[in-house]
């Protein structure tokens, strides 16, 4: 049973035009979500996080958006660039006990960003 | 050196060798944890270190043994594995405190089990 999904394997974007990537998950215990990138050959690298006491989280051309709710959560990069092409990671966690700081990931999603 | 550092990058091993991967991060973290990411698969928790204790093993068959020395360094012994173990086998570091910090982890070692 996946308790964070990545629905989309991939997204195919132009150059300064704004990304979108999506991720749903099913543990309401879940309360901090992050974001990670990565590049072939490279391990994933943290980008953003959001905890659920929030619903946006910004830093840069990166916003995370939360809608607890829905148990949904989306990243958007604006403006898109070519160095942006990786695979993007949504991970979650939830507090306490034994599993502090232990992430679950969705399957991923490649983004590929076109001059 | 600075983050966290995986040796080797790329292992291929026959079922009956043993073999260990090491990792060790330089960013005074208290946490360490091993993550395997197989084809089309999300990464998978393995291990998790919270001061050199072991904190979880996500039912990993014994086949793959852990050790942490001290904070600093994590091993991950391998024997008798199967060709199905082929995967990226990441390793990764946080400091556990009120709140939460992100994981950051290394690059990986590519494992092919022939």
Known sequence: ?115 | ETGVTQTPRHLVMGMTNKKSLKCEQHLGHNAMYWYKQSAKKPLELMFVYNFKEQTENNSVPSRFSPECPNSSHLFLHLHTLQPEDSALYLCASSQVRQGRSPLHFGNGTRLTVT
Not at chain 1, 14 to 27: A, H
Request: glycine share 8%; aromatic share 12%; charged share 15%.
């Open chain 1, 1 to 115: 049973d996946q308790q964070v999904k990545q629905n989309s394997p991939s997204l195919s974007v132009q150059e300064g035009r704004i990304s979108i990537l999506n991720c749903d998950y099913t543990n309401s215990m879940f309360d901090y979500f992050l974001w990670y990138k990565k590049y072939p050959a490279e391990g994933p690298t943290f980008l953003i996080s959001i905890s659920s006491i929030k619903d946006k989280n910004e830093d840069g051309r990166f916003t995370v958006f939360l809608n607890k709710s829905a148990k949904h959560l989306s990243l958007h990069i604006v403006p898109s660039q070519p160095g942006d092409s990786a695979v993007y990671f949504c991970a979650a966690s939830s507090a306490g006990g034994t599993s502090y700081g232990k992430l679950t990931f969705g399957q991923g999603t490649i983004l590929t960003v076109h001059p």
